[in-house]
Structure formats: C-alpha cells, structure tokens
C-alpha cells in the first residue's frame, strides 16, 4: 500500500489511474488468450489424431472382429445431431454386415447427465436387437468413485461394471427395466456413485430402442450419406 | 543456503499446505480414494504450481497491485491449459491416466495462494523452489490420505498402478474377502482421515517442542509452542 494521495493529482489522476491498469489487464488477457490459442492450434492435429486411434481401439472392443468381414470404417453413415441418442454434433455411425447381410451397428451416443457433466459411449448393437457392448469413450466422473464405468479403472477386473449390458436386449431385460436397481431396474450399481452408473444405463437403453426402431433405414441408406429424423 | 533450507522445511512440514494452511480441500478430498490417483493428482499439481510460481515471480514488476488477483488468476489457468493440452498432444498414453486430473487443479487454491503469498514477493530462485516444496508437501500428505483410505475402504494398498507401470499390480492387503468399508472412500472418511494426521502432525511438533523444553535448562522462559490450530 504506497500512499496514493501524495502523487500529484495531474500526473496521475483517478481516471488516468484506471486507465492504465485496464490497458494492463487487457495486454495480460491477450497475451495469455494467444499463448492458449497458439497451444491449441499447435497441438490440434495431434490431439485429433490419438482421439481417432483411441476410438478405432474402442470399436474393435465392442465389436468381435469375428462378426464382421467388410470394410467397417468405410461403411458409415452420418447421424446428425439427435436428441434420443445425446449427440449433439454430427456424428458416424458405422455399419457391420457379413457375407452381405447387415450384422451390427456400432453408434456414437451421450448421456447429459453425468455426475461432471457429459459421458461419450460407443455401442455395438447386433442386427437381432442385442446390445454388443457399450464402452466409455470420455467421462470426466470422479476418479476413485465413479468412473469405474470405465473398464480399466474398475476394480472388479474379471466381471467389470459395464460388462453387464453385453448380449442383452429388449427381450431379455424390458425396455421399462432398463434401469439401474435403485430406480427399480435391471442392472447394479455402486454405492456412492449411482448418478455415473445412471447415466450410462439410462444413456444405453435409449440409444438402442433408437437404433432397433430404425434398424432396416440405417442399414439401407447407401454409405456416406446423411440420416436425419424426418420432422413429424 | 539456509534461506533455501527454511523454504523446503516450510514447504514440506511447517507450513503444510494440507496439514497446516488446511488449503486444497477440494481435490483432496475427491480424488484420494486410492494411492495412485492421489499421487498423480499431487504431481500433476507440482507441475503447475512450480509453472505458475515461476512465471508469476518473472512477471511480478509488471503486474499492478490493484489488479493482481485476476492477472494471477488468468496466468495459472492458461498455464494449466497449456499444460492439459500439451499433455495430450505429447504425452498421450500418460495423459489417459493422468488427464482427468489436470483441470482438477485449477480448483486448488494452493496454487493462487502460494502465487499471492510467495511468487508475487520473491525472485525466481525461491520461488521455484517454494512452488516444488509446498508441492512436495501437498503430495507426501495426499499419497498418506490415499494410502490410508484405500486400505480400509477396499483392503488393497496401490491398486491401479498397472495404468502406469502394465509390469506391476495393486497388493490385497486385507483378505480377499474383505467386506470394504465405504465410508471411508466417501468425502465423511476423508475428512476423518484429515482430522487423524491434522492431529498426527500437531502431537508430533508438540512433542518436539516439549522436548526442545526440557533439553533447555529449567525455569527459561520457555517459547510459544508452534502448533496449529
């Protein structure tokens, strides 16, 4: 605390004052906004790279390389934004056949409401309605508590949280039980961190009665075009 | 020399940042159910602490008095950005492990006040070393809170390693059927965990200092005990 009523008033009035401080604060502002833009320009590419080549490994988790035989990554078509499956971008969705004959969807979804936000998954549901597998492909769930939904981090290595849904249906488990056993459904979750286990078993169902209703559209479409819901 | 020596003792016990500022709460308390995590998450914050006190101290002559909350502030998260996203970009399999902690940090307020209360004060070789001593600090006491709250609430001691070394595995410390115990993997047993070393630490320095007393020729005067409240 220097004594500002001792400075000349002309050479540093009140306004001067305040002016000189916003120009500084507005220099650190820049400067900083164009060391973190820099960064993210620098290190986009590579950033976008291992995201892909972390989705590549998540689809063959989901989806047995057995079940398939053409080009998967080249089969896709483009799900614009969708309320039912969470997406809010346009995303790919990939079609599996063998010997010709539709064998499985691999779907990007999202559930809203995770315990820190957004929770990515990547499905595999088979053409007879089942769900494959569902993997996380980003979380940001409480290390320690509620992101065992992530395999690696569960502590059951052997039978691990999100293994439960694999080769289940609306047949096996009703669409109305689709739940987590706290909401009166199907499947367990963990003391302490329910609302992580919520999300992803409320997130999947939906995405697979999205992707059983429209099963012979997504199919059909020829490759690299666009689905989008027609508006009622 | 002994300057430098009183700036890493301060650091590691006499001004604790966990022990005895009591700062950094947040992520403390979320993020040490386990030893692994808890250790990352404490050198991942040595990272940005001995970042941000490094530029923060080179900074220091241009930054006016008036404004320097929100300059600091401005400075530390883009340096935490940097780092998140460098990280990424270089660093990636480490950063699937370690990632989800860096933007934790921003919420430590360790950071800010080591910035306000050193950096903004002192040259670039004591800042440094203050931004590594109270980050050495803060990780010995998280990587203890971790230890402790993993092995009672799960029985297992470094579970989660594989994720940094694939060659080593977590160790079953209780027997295999060991029930767990989840308060203590809950915020409640973190903050019973805290209050048991907060008083760990205050008998230890209680003792020494009692010690000290007795060592002194009686009827001194003795001095103030040291301990924290």
Known sequence: MSEPLEV??????????????????????????????????????????????????????????????????????EVVADKELGVTDATRLYRARLKGQPAALVIEAAAAD??????????????????????????????????????????????????????????????????????????????????????????????????TQRRDKLFNLPAHSRFEESKP | ????????????????????????????????????????????????MLLSNLAISALRALIPYEIRIPVFILIIAALVTVIDLAFNAFLHDLYLVLGIFIPLIVTNCIVLARVEAFAAKNGLRASTLDGIAMGAGFVWVIGLFGAVRELIGQGTLFSGIEMIFPTLSGIQIFPADYPGFLIAMLPPGA???????????????????????????????????????
């Open chain 1, 8 to 77: 000349p008033l002309r050479d540093s009035g009140p306004l001067r004052i305040a002016v000189r401080t916003a120009a500084i604060m507005l220099v650190f502002t820049l400067v900083f906004t164009a060391l973190m833009a820099g960064t993210y320009r620098a290190t986009a590419p590579l950033v976008a790279a291992s995201t892909k080549a972390e989705k590549l490994a998540l689809i063959g988790e989901v989806l047995p390389f057995a079940l398939y035989d053409n080009a998967l990554l080249d089969d896709w078509i």
């Open chain 1, 114 to 211: 995770g315990y820190s936000g957004r929770i990515g998954l990547l499905l595999a549901v088979k053409a007879s309605g089942e769900l494959l597998a569902v993997r996380v492909s980003e979380h940001r769930e409480t290390p320690g508590l509620g992101d065992y939904i992530n395999p690696k981090k569960d502590r059951n290595k052997s039978q691990p949280w999100i293994t439960q849904f694999s080769n289940l249906g609306f047949d096996s488990v009703p669409r109305e039980r689709w739940r987590v056993k706290k909401d009166g459904g199907h499947f367990d979750q963990r003391a302490g961190a329910t609302i992580s286990a919520r999300a992803v078993t409320n997130a999947s169902g939906r995405a697979l009665a999205w992707a």
């Open chain 2, 1 to 48: 020399m002994s300057a430098y020596k009183e700036i890493a003792w301060n650091g590691i016990w006499k001004q604790n940042t966990i022990l005895v500022q009591v700062l950094g709460l947040c992520p403390l308390l979320a993020v040490s159910t386990n030893f692994v995590n808890a250790v990352s998450l404490g050198l991942a914050t040595v990272v940005v």
């Open chain 2, 191 to 229: 903050f019973f965990v805290l209050g048991l070393l907060i008083a760990c630490r205050n008998w230890l320095d209680a003792r020494a200092n009692q010690r000290l007393r007795d060592r002194r020729s009686h009827g001194q005067p003795s001095a103030a005990t040291s301990v924290a409240t």
